[in-house]
């Protein structure tokens, strides 16, 4: 009996030293893990909207009519205070006369050149976006056609209303954390 009597009180001793080891090595990674998760949790917040209203009847590549003119305007009202904190960083136009116009506006409350994009593809501008603004606020002016693509590649979301040919005033604001799923907010202005 003293012979496993002598065993028993060896191995006690070594257990809770490797039990603490162990839980004191677990501990430090997961608390790496949440600090890492933590720092890095910021959110990118994504304006998706369609040019103003155009001139009709005015060719190819239309300017913008009055109607149009005011509603860049109040889009520069509603997004051009650059003392705010959280303020549009970058803006994404396509290469037509009415999405330049459309950010005109703002683009000059606010100091900024807007992003002449010629990319076709909506989920390479989406990533794009993401990638050179991550955790920044950006402006996409778009067209009726790309405005839905875009926010699907944005969020994820599907079956969004489709925008009419005279539906001028519908925003999107997506919020694309790095971790978890984003958020859509559609509005009017």
């Known amino acids: 009996m003293t012979k496993d009597f002598a065993s028993l009180q060896r191995r006690p001793f070594l257990t809770p030293i490797w039990l603490t080891v162990l839980g004191a090595i677990c501990a430090i990674g997961i608390l790496g893990f949440a600090i890492w998760g933590w720092g890095t949790a910021d959110s990118t917040m994504v304006v ?3 040019h103003a209203e155009k001139e009709l009847d005015a060719g190819g590549d239309p300017p913008l009519s009055p109607a149009g003119v005011a509603r860049a305007e109040r889009l520069s009202r509603m997004f051009g205070d650059a003392a705010a904190a959280g303020h549009i960083e970058a803006i994404y ?13 703002l683009a000059a409350r606010l100091g900024l050149t807007p992003i002449v ?5 909506p989920s390479s501008l989406a990533r794009r976006v993401l990638r050179e603004h991550a955790g920044g606020r ?8 790309t405005i839905n693509e875009i ?3 944005l969020s994820g979301v599907r079956d969004l209303p489709v925008i009419g040919g005279a539906e001028y005033g519908t925003m999107y604001i997506v919020c ?6 984003a958020n859509v907010l559609r509005v009017t202005y």
């Not at 950006?138 to 056609?145: A, E, I, K, P």
């Open 48 to 50: 998706v909207i369609r």
């Open 93 to 105: 136009v396509s290469p037509t006369v009415r999405n330049r116009m459309t950010a005109a506006p």
């Open 117 to 121: 994009t010629t990319n076709s593809n």
């Open 138 to 145: 950006v402006l996409v002016v778009g067209h009726s056609d």
């Open 151 to 153: 926010v699907e590649a």
């Open 176 to 181: 694309v954390p790095r971790i978890g799923r």
